[in-house]
């Protein structure tokens, strides 16, 4: 399971890394259509219906909404997006803390979570498109971006089994441990320094870019633990197959999802952008 899990990692790490370096700004826009469409199927799946005409009737409607309104968005749009998903994970957060597990949420509700969701990723996939299209060195700050999620998935995994006692979040995710996360973090330091020693920051001083860096690959957690509930509620596994070893697209995004607002919002506020 892990060797086949590693080989799936790595062949999509070489896809992204490859999209994001070699494609022209409209085969990345493409790309990322592709990744919501795919996300966008699986969410219907777990939320509001398992009939594949609906799943694909509404995925395909936001894609073309995605592709329409991208070219439109503007930066102070972008500003806003940014702060209202970050407000949003941190609402997400507070809710976690009082989840109890269901397995009968009404219709209402999972038209809710669908249209919630929905708008969560949306956001995350514009904030990433603007990183790589507004800044010099877009590029290399959005493989930065995802990068913190990786290596706090590393550092949680082996941590988590080297020393993992207390339960992080039992009723969500019972795998998860303190110790992982913490494990992560500490990874995480190591990583951003070494990437501020490289990068000089981007134009960051050391303090902010390290605390903004921590503060995303902490709260990237939270989407994790999202993706986690709507799985338990809809009695799922994984939130797809596509991906062996991984399960669904959104089982590898879920972090990405969350991360994505809280650093650009974070940029924001820093007066980077």
Same mark, same amino acid.
């Given at each position: 399971?892990?060797?086949? +899990? ?5 062949i ?14 409209? &085969?990345?826009?493409?790309? &990322?259509?592709?990744?919501?469409l ?11 219906? +398992? ?6 009737l509404? $995925?395909?409607m936001?894609? $073309?909404l =995605?592709? *329409? &309104? ?10 806003? !997006? ?27 509700? +999972? ?7 929905? $708008?969560?990723? *949306? ?6 498109? =603007?990183? !790589? #299209?507004?800044?010099?060195? /877009? ?19 082996f941590?988590?089994?080297? =020393? ?10 019972? /795998?998860?441990? +303190? ?13 951003? #320094?070494?990437?501020?020693w &490289? ?10 870019f ?8 902490a709260? #990237? ?14 009695? @799922? ?8 070893? !991984? /399960? /669904?697209?959104l ?7 969350? $991360? ?9 506020? @820093?007066?980077?952008?």
């Amino acid at each position: 399971m892990l060797k086949q +899990r590693i080989i799936t990692a790595v062949i999509l790490a070489l896809i992204v890394i490859g999209t994001i370096f070699f494609l022209d700004p409209i &085969f990345i826009q493409l790309f &990322f259509a592709l990744v919501l469409l795919v996300s966008m199927l699986e969410l219907v799946n777990m939320t509001i219906s +398992r009939n594949k005409m609906i799943q694909w009737l509404l $995925a395909v409607m936001v894609v $073309a909404l =995605f592709l *329409w &309104f991208h070219p439109e968005l503007g930066i102070r749009f972008l500003f806003y !997006h940014s702060y209202i998903g970050l407000v949003i994970w941190c609402l997400i957060l507070v809710f976690m803390m009082h989840y109890r597990f269901s397995g009968q949420w009404k219709l209402g509700v +999972r038209m809710s979570v669908l249209l919630l969701s929905t $708008a969560l990723i *949306w956001i995350c996939i514009n904030g990433l498109l =603007f990183i !790589h #299209s507004h800044f010099e060195q /877009g590029p290399w700050i959005l493989m930065y971006v995802l990068t913190l999620v990786w290596v706090a998935d590393i550092g949680a995994y082996f941590s988590g089994k080297a =020393f993992g006692q207390h339960k992080l979040a039992p009723v969500i995710s019972p /795998g998860k441990t +303190r110790e992982g996360v913490l494990g992560g973090l500490v990874l995480n330091f190591f990583w951003i #320094s070494g990437v501020y020693w &490289f990068t000089r920051g981007w134009g960051l001083d050391y303090l902010p870019f390290v605390l903004l860096g921590l503060v995303t690959a902490a709260l #990237s957690v939270v989407g994790d633990l999202y993706i986690s509930i709507l799985k338990r509620e809809a009695d @799922l596994k994984d939130s797809g197959r596509l991906l062996p070893g !991984h /399960g /669904g697209v959104l089982d590898r995004i879920d972090s990405v999802i969350a $991360a994505t607002p809280v650093y650009l919002g974070g940029l924001f506020i @820093l007066g980077a952008v």
